[in-house]
């Protein structure tokens, strides 16, 4: 059994945010997940004349 570390040990979420920030490998999955998100759903704002021809 893993005992969680004690609640003033632990980073909050601000002090993970920007640690996340700062790591480049976060940085590149994340540039990575939104890339696949746009490719499967592209943003809606487009002209409708483009959608029609």
Same mark, same amino acid.
């Given at each position: %059994? $893993?005992?969680? =570390?004690?609640? =003033?040990?632990? !980073?909050? %979420? !601000?002090? &993970? &945010?920007? &640690?996340? +920030?700062?790591?480049? @490998?976060? %940085?590149? @999955? =994340?540039? $990575?997940?939104?890339? +696949? $998100? $746009?490719?499967? %759903?592209? !943003?809606? /704002?487009? /002209?409708s +004349?483009? +959608?029609? =021809?």
């Amino acid at each position: %059994r $893993i005992e969680a =570390q004690p609640a =003033q040990d632990r !980073p909050t %979420r !601000p002090q &993970l &945010l920007t &640690l996340a +920030k700062e790591d480049t @490998v976060v %940085r590149e @999955v =994340q540039e $990575i997940f939104q890339a +696949k $998100i $746009i490719h499967a %759903r592209p !943003p809606e /704002n487009t /002209n409708s +004349k483009e +959608k029609d =021809q």
